[in-house]
């Protein structure tokens, strides 16, 4: 499977399926099913994919770690999904400004302050971008790998920010959302627990180092 | 600019069945250059036609109403697939498509509670109680957007006045159909069922609150409430409870559904008012559609001040949301 993963064709294929959404949302364009509120149409559909993205992003060191599955290549591919999470959240920051608000920044701003579920959806969206810009391998050696490896955990607020701000727009059917939250709660879940056996698992500070070497890397 | 194209008809020249069998998708292509301000141009007419979401007869005799507005009518396309009609799933496109086997014959309306002569009106007698008339009226829906519907049918204080409601009726309620087996995405809705409304008795025998059979002079499609609902322009819509099969005269103020999912959100009147926000959103304006930008100024109650403002002499709106 790592052989498949590190094929040289490998980044141009995930490349593609990632903007196959957005062609699908256009495409429909062309067929009716954006349907008689287009902009609505459109805010939902970015925002469902900035969900699913940010949730396959997450979903990569799990898998990983999951050692039969023999996928530790699929690190390969973090940071451009990462960057089509940022990408759909964009879409979705731009329909809302360009159509919903109709380039009216002040009430945009009103919103922001004003409606808890826009101001959950714009801190993800905002804790996202310096995450595209410091998304290089140059900014990692200028930031160093620590302090990267802290400002790219943002993208766990993200996540839950999306999640959040999803659940609390819908009117009554909740349905979706609740999957979402599922989904990020195991996520992230993984995370706080894979955090506690390694921490179990690392010396403690002074005893003499164990040999085996350490599996904490980039989460 | 306005993304869109309604028909170049006045409504009163069409022939509905004739427009729609060969009316064209509309379709809505659009740059998305830039990713911002995006510039969209692009309702193209494609080469299939679309296929009708209903099935709906002509109703006879229908003379014009007052009260309707000359604005351009919404095309039934839109009116017919995009609703909000929980019952049959929370998508907009759902009821089109899940409402379809909704069996409305036969069908009566009990209409009952504090009157004197309580009675089962059959659809029949519904359709015949009064000259049916044509309304056409903007209906503003809570979530911000906007369309101009041809209504058919008579004020609602038509058949009140049948039943002679008694001096204790202060308030009517209103109840929707509900059948877990022809409705089975029901669970899914999120609200209590069967959907239930209310009003102020004054605001129900007010000339504008209509009893509704139709729509484009036909009769309604089931996603649009089919076969009698109510049409209250100078509220939101959700005020407007369709499938109706009781009306009950009351004393006191009567729950209403959305009241009950989220009281903090939506009040008893829900007046159609640019100047209180839902908690979630403005209601500052509203997109018209079929259309791309939310840029149509709101008007209070819905641009029906001059029929409905005195009802609420005095009151203040933003606590009697």
């Known amino acids: ?219 | 600019m306005l993304l869109k194209r309604s028909p170049d008809l006045k409504y009163s020249d069409i022939t509905p069945r004739d427009i729609y069998l060969n009316r064209r998708k509309f379709l809505y292509g659009m740059g998305l250059a830039g990713g911002v301000a995006l510039a969209g141009k692009g309702i193209a007419n494609l080469a299939f036609p679309s296929t009708r979401a209903y099935a709906s007869t002509t109703l006879p005799g229908i003379v014009k109403g007052q009260f309707s507005t000359d604005e351009k009518v919404t095309d039934p396309h839109v009116v017919t697939t995009y609703n909000n009609y929980y019952e049959f799933g929370t998508d907009k496109g759902d009821p089109a498509k899940n409402a379809q086997k909704f069996v409305t014959t036969p069908w009566s309306v009990s209409v009952e509670g504090e009157v004197a002569k309580p009675r089962k009106f059959t659809m029949d007698e519904i359709l015949k109680l009064a000259p049916l008339e044509e309304r056409i009226y903007r209906h503003r829906c809570v979530e911000g957007w906007s369309i101009v519907v041809p209504w058919v049918g008579y004020s609602f204080s038509t058949i009140a006045k049948l039943v002679e409601p008694n001096s204790n009726a202060r308030y009517v309620a209103f109840e929707t159909y509900f059948d877990k087996k022809q409705m089975p995405l029901w669970g899914r809705a999120g609200i209590e069922l069967p959907y239930v409304e209310g009003l102020r008795l004054d605001e129900a025998m007010h000339p504008l609150a209509l009893l509704c059979v139709g729509m484009y002079g036909e009769t309604l499609p089931n996603q649009d409430g089919a076969p009698v609902r109510m049409v209250l322009p100078w509220k939101y819509g959700f005020k407007s409870a369709k499938s109706l099969v009781k009306i009950k005269f009351v004393k006191d103020q009567p729950p209403t559904t959305w009241n009950i999912t989220n009281a903090h959100e939506y009040g008893f009147y829900s007046n159609v008012n640019p100047k209180v926000d839902h908690p979630r959103w403005s209601q500052a304006k509203e997109v018209r559609l079929p259309g791309f930008f939310k840029n149509t100024p709101t008007q209070m109650f819905n641009g029906y001040s001059d029929q409905v403002a005195s009802l609420y002499n005095g009151m203040d709106l933003k606590k009697n949301y």
């Open chain 1, 1 to 219: 499977m790592n052989r498949i993963l590190t094929s040289k064709w490998a980044k141009a294929v995930v490349f593609v399926l990632c903007l196959v959404p957005l062609g699908i949302i256009v495409w429909e364009g062309f067929t009716g099913g954006w349907g008689a509120n287009p902009t609505q149409f459109l805010e939902h559909a970015t925002g469902d994919w900035i969900l699913r993205f940010l949730a396959i992003t997450l979903a990569v060191t799990p898998l990983r770690k999951i050692k039969i599955l023999g996928l530790t290549q699929l690190i390969r591919f973090r940071r451009m999904l990462g960057l089509f999470a940022f990408f759909y959240a964009f879409l979705h920051f731009s329909l809302y400004l360009g159509l919903d608000r109709v380039l009216d920044f002040g009430s945009v701003w009103a919103d922001v302050v004003k409606r808890p579920y826009i101001t959950v959806g714009f801190t993800g969206f905002v804790l996202m971008i310096p995450l595209a810009i410091t998304s290089t391998a140059g900014m990692v050696r200028r930031m160093g790998y620590r302090r990267w490896q802290m400002l790219h955990r943002a993208i766990y607020v993200s996540a839950v920010a999306g999640v959040i701000h999803f659940y609390w727009l819908v009117k009554s059917d909740v349905h979706l959302p609740v999957i979402y939250a599922g989904i990020m709660a195991v996520l992230l879940g993984w995370r706080v627990l894979a955090w506690f056996s390694d921490r179990g698992r690392k010396p403690a500070r002074g005893a003499p180092a164990r040999k085996e070497p350490s599996t904490v890397t980039a989460s």
